[in-house]
């Protein structure tokens, strides 16, 4: 069932740049009410902000979250209900990875793509599906739908992601809980090589709008809708 999304409230993480920068700009052009989250880039994330108003957003909001922290969990949870008072649509965007091979990598990095990708959304997710009234569209990855080169702590940080989601949709089969899976795309994480940010954006916005159906838990596949 096709929905308008006008008006409504989507919550991105980590949307000061790629992926996520992307997806804030297409719901801002559906005159969502945005709110995104930054670490790190906060000039970005107030440009970002700037251009989702200029789209014809009816309002955006960049707040700092760090998801390896508790209290920046619950302060920004607090600050989305404050301002919105809920959140229609829930995207799970940040991640991080470590490209070099498992043995090379610390156990600090192991930590950060687990403390991230994982448990990081996961804690986010427990917070905010109180007030969640649609929707929660988690960003993992095909290298969970085939062997893959990527590396193994990253790997395995988004296999986790989609058995969570997947565990999470039959708890609340009134909201619709899905993955959607890029391919390699064009950002920092993968030296501005792939699939570009917006294409990726155009399918979650699809996905959230109900242009694209899929079943609770279930996984969409960027590859079958490269040319979409």
Not at 109 to 133: F, H, R, S, Y
Not at 178 to 186: C, D, F, K, N, R
Request: proline share 4%; net charge neutral.
């Amino acid at each position: 069932m096709v929905r308008s999304l006008e008006g409504k409230t989507v919550l991105v993480t980590g949307a000061s740049i790629g992926i996520g920068r992307a997806i804030a700009l297409r719901f801002a052009a559906a005159r969502c009410r945005v709110a995104l989250t930054y670490l790190e880039h906060r000039a970005e994330a107030e440009e970002v902000v700037r251009r989702c108003l200029d789209l014809g957003a009816r309002d955006a909001l960049a707040i700092r979250l760090k998801l390896t922290d508790e209290d920046s969990i619950r302060t920004l949870t607090e600050r989305v209900v404050d301002r919105f008072a809920r959140v229609d649509v829930l995207v799970n965007n940040a991640g991080v990875i470590s490209w070099k091979q498992f043995l090379e990598q610390g156990l600090g990095e192991l930590d950060a793509q687990i403390g991230v990708n994982l448990l990081g959304v996961m804690k986010l997710t427990w917070c905010l599906l109180p007030v969640v009234t649609d929707a929660v569209i988690c960003i993992g990855s095909t290298a969970t739908l085939h062997q893959s080169r990527t590396p193994p702590p990253y790997c395995a940080s988004k296999w986790g992601l989609r058995g969570f989601v997947k565990a999470l949709a039959l708890e609340h089969p009134d909201k619709r809980i899905l993955s959607v899976h890029p391919t390699v795309t064009a950002t920092r994480m993968n030296d501005m090589q792939g699939m570009p940010p917006e294409r990726v954006a155009e399918i979650v916005w699809r996905v959230a709008a109900g242009e694209i159906e899929i079943e609770p838990g279930g996984d969409v596949d960027l590859r079958e809708h490269a040319e979409d």
